[in-house]
T-cell receptor
Framework: DTGVSQNPRHKITKRGQNVTFRCDPISEHNRLYWYRQTLGQGPEFLTYFQNEAQLEKSRLLSDRFSAERPKGSFSTLEIQRTEQGDSAMYLC?????????????FGPGTRLTVL | GNSVTQMEGPVTLSEEAFLTINCTYTATGYPSLFWYVQYPGEGLQLLLKATKADDKGSNKGFEATYRKETTSFHLEKGSVQVSDSAVYFCALSDPHTGGFKTIFGAGTRLFVKA
């Protein structure tokens, strides 16, 4: 069990650029979640996948954000036309089918800085 | 809506001191309650959990009791160590709406001095 991995760990970009983050969940975890954590705050829920289906999206996820999990394994989170307010830590979590959905295993996060 | 409020930090203690971090919640139903810990440079880790009133979650010497009457879930440890220095997050999820969305407090940073 290697844990949830996220890449890259750090990303610095200029305002207006597009960025994409990847999350690899723990093997055979069918549920996957994205959260955003700004400095000094707790994580905020963004979206939830069960297998390849995106079942819930927060209103925090504006039109510039899109998340996919095409084969029910890894997931990507893309932000288009980044803004300085997008600077945050983006956390991914996964959960196995044999546990409750609220039992979530978190990755180390991708820290995004928008200049 | 559902929310979590926890005491502001930082909290600074000497080794072997008693720790309390207060957490209260607002929820329309009967949420599950959690404490997560985030060590420097690492991801969030579940520390303990309680799913119904009067349940006590415990792990690594930490305890928290689900108090429905006071809507609280305070974290306690009888004797802290330097290695407990981290950020602690209180959180809830509502199993009646699927349980997949965890709502976190703002976090409380703990410093333990040797």
């Amino acid at each position: 069990d290697t844990g949830v991995s996220q890449n890259p760990r750090h990303k610095i970009t200029k305002r207006g650029q597009n960025v994409t983050f990847r999350c690899d969940p723990i093997s055979e975890h069918n549920r996957l979640y994205w959260y955003r954590q700004t400095l000094g705050q707790g994580p905020e829920f963004l979206t939830y996948f069960q297998n390849e289906a995106q079942l819930e999206k927060s209103r925090l996820l504006s039109d510039r954000f899109s998340a996919e999990r095409p084969k029910g394994s890894f997931s990507t989170l893309e932000i288009q036309r980044t803004e300085q307010g997008d600077s945050a830590m983006y956390l991914c979590a996964s959960s196995p089918r044999y546990e409750q959905p609220d039992t979530q295993y978190f990755g180390p996060g991708t820290r995004l800085t928008v200049l | 809506g559902n929310s979590v409020t926890q005491m502001e930090g930082p909290v600074t203690l000497s080794e072997e001191a008693f720790l309390t971090i207060n957490c209260t919640y607002t929820a329309t139903g009967y949420p599950s309650l959690f404490w997560y810990v985030q060590y420097p440079g690492e991801g969030l880790q579940l520390l303990l959990k309680a799913t119904k009133a009067d349940d006590k979650g415990s792990n690594k010497g930490f305890e928290a009791t689900y108090r429905k009457e006071t809507t609280s879930f305070h974290l306690e440890k009888g004797s802290v160590q330097v290695s407990d220095s981290a950020v602690y997050f209180c959180a809830l999820s509502d199993p009646h709406t699927g349980g997949f969305k965890t709502i976190f407090g703002a976090g409380t940073r703990l410093f333990v001095k040797a």
